[in-house]
C-alpha cells in the first residue's frame, strides 16, 4: 500500500530559525497536505497542494509540490514559540488520506 | 466555516462495556466522515469511511464488529466500540470532508478513550 517517508523525525531549534521538512513516497499523489497536531487536539490543514510544481504559501509557510507528484517540502520561516506541534503530510488517493509519521518541532526561545 | 465536534472529548470505562464517541459537522454537510486511530506519538492510521445512508468501509484488519459505525445524518457519524478492552485505549480522531469546491478533510479535536 501507500507509504509516506517523512523527514525528520524532530527538530529542536531556535526562535527565529527557519524550517524545512519534507515527504517523499514511491507512489503518485494527486493532492499532497500539509497538517499541522498539537497534544491532545486533531489536525489542523495548513496547505493543500493540488497541482505538480505548486508553491503555496499560507503567512510564514510555504509548501511545495514535487514535479514528479511523489514528494513534498513544507518550510516555516522565522519560527515562533507558538510553531511548536507535530507537522503531518499526507497524501490523498481517491478520498482517503495516507499520513506520515510526523516531524515534531519544538522551539528554543 | 468547516468545524467537527467530538464528544466526549475524554472518556474512561471498564472492561467489557461499549463506548460511543459522536463526530460532528458544525457549519456544513458531510456525505462522508472518516474513522482515524492514533497511538502514542504514532502518525494516523485510517480505520474506516463512514458513508451517510450506507455501511462503512472498513480497513484491512480493522474488526467492523468491534467498532460500529453509524452515519444517520449529514452532520453525524458515530463509532461504537463494543466489549472494550484495554488495547483498545487510544486517541479517536474523526474527520469530515466538505465536499464541493473543497475536498479536503477537516478533523474533529478527537477523544481519549482509556479502558481499564
Known amino acids: 500500500g501507500q507509504q509516506l517517508n517523512q523527514s525528520p523525525q524532530s527538530m529542536f531549534i531556535q526562535e527565529g530559525e527557519d524550517v524545512s521538512m519534507n515527504c517523499t513516497s514511491s507512489?503518485?499523489?494527486?493532492?499532497w497536505l500539509w497538517y499541522k497536531q498539537e497534544p491532545g487536539e486533531g489536525p489542523v490543514l495548513l496547505i493543500a497542494?493540488?497541482?505538480?510544481?505548486e508553491l503555496t504559501s499560507n503567512g510564514r509557510l510555504t509548501a511545495q509540490f514535487g514535479i514528479t507528484r511523489k514528494d513534498s517540502f513544507l518550510n516555516i520561516s522565522a519560527s515562533i514559540p507558538s510553531d511548536v506541534g507535530i507537522y503531518f503530510c499526507?497524501?490523498?488517493?481517491?478520498?482517503?488520506?495516507?499520513f506520515g509519521a510526523g516531524t515534531i518541532l519544538r522551539v528554543k526561545s | 466555516g468547516a468545524v467537527v465536534s467530538q464528544h466526549p472529548s475524554r472518556v474512561i470505562c471498564k472492561s467489557g462495556t461499549s463506548v460511543k464517541i459522536e463526530c460532528r459537522s458544525l457549519?456544513?454537510?458531510?456525505?462522508?466522515m472518516f474513522w482515524y486511530r492514533q497511538f502514542p506519538k504514532q502518525s494516523l492510521m485510517l480505520m474506516a469511511t463512514?458513508?451517510?445512508?450506507?455501511?462503512?468501509?472498513?480497513e484491512q484488519g480493522v474488526e467492523k464488529d468491534k467498532f460500529l459505525i453509524n452515519h444517520a445524518s449529514l452532520t453525524l457519524s458515530t463509532l461504537t466500540v463494543t466489549s472494550a478492552h484495554p488495547e483498545d485505549s487510544s486517541f479517536y480522531i474523526c474527520?469530515?470532508?466538505?465536499?464541493?469546491?473543497?475536498?479536503?478533510?477537516?478533523f474533529g479535536p478527537g477523544t481519549r478513550l482509556t479502558v481499564t
Open positions: 474527520s469530515a470532508r466538505v465536499g464541493g469546491g473543497s475536498d479536503e478533510q477537516y
Open positions: 507512489s503518485i499523489f494527486n493532492t
Open positions: 497542494l493540488y497541482k505538480a510544481g
Open positions: 499526507a497524501g490523498r488517493y481517491g478520498n482517503k488520506l495516507v
Open positions: 457549519d456544513f454537510q458531510a456525505t462522508t
Open positions: 463512514s458513508n451517510e445512508g450506507s455501511k462503512a468501509t472498513y
